[in-house]
């Protein structure tokens, strides 16, 4: 059985830094494509990174590029989002997702596991 867990939420006051971990156990993220979407209270759930199975090629949403970075690390079986220069926007719990194909992808439903989610919050 797959399972991913979130953690590395919190709550901040906006210009912070966090870094949210994805930790995977069942199987090798080695040949996964994974990826982060949040949704806040009331909205759709959002694309915000993906990564490719070696790390070579990400994709952030414009809404947070140049302030995100996702990264991998195939030894830990865990993925990392980077977030910088926080913002209230940016308030929001954060899933972790994974997909058994190769191509990065925004949208949600090309996503075969998820994470149960860690809550961020940025205060002004």
């Known amino acids: 059985q797959v399972q991913l867990v979130d953690s590395g939420g919190g709550w901040l006051q906006a210009g912070g830094s966090l870094r949210l971990s994805c930790a995977v156990s069942?199987?090798?993220?080695?040949?996964?494509?994974m990826g982060w979407f949040r949704q806040a209270p009331g909205k759709e759930r959002e694309f915000v990174a993906a990564?490719?199975?070696?790390?070579?090629?990400?994709y952030a949403a414009d809404s947070v590029k140049g302030r995100f970075s996702i990264s991998r690390d195939n030894a830990k079986n865990t993925v990392y989002l980077q977030m910088n220069s926080l913002k209230p926007e940016d308030t929001a719990v954060y899933h972790c997702?994974?997909?058994?194909?190769?191509?990065?992808?925004?949208?949600?439903?090309?996503?075969?596991?998820w994470g149960q989610g860690t809550q961020v919050t940025v205060s002004s």
């Open positions: 997702a994974g997909r058994l194909g190769s191509a990065l992808t925004t949208m949600s439903s090309a996503y075969d596991y």
């Open positions: 069942g199987r090798t993220i080695s040949s996964t494509t």
């Open positions: 990564i490719n199975w070696s790390g070579s090629s990400k």
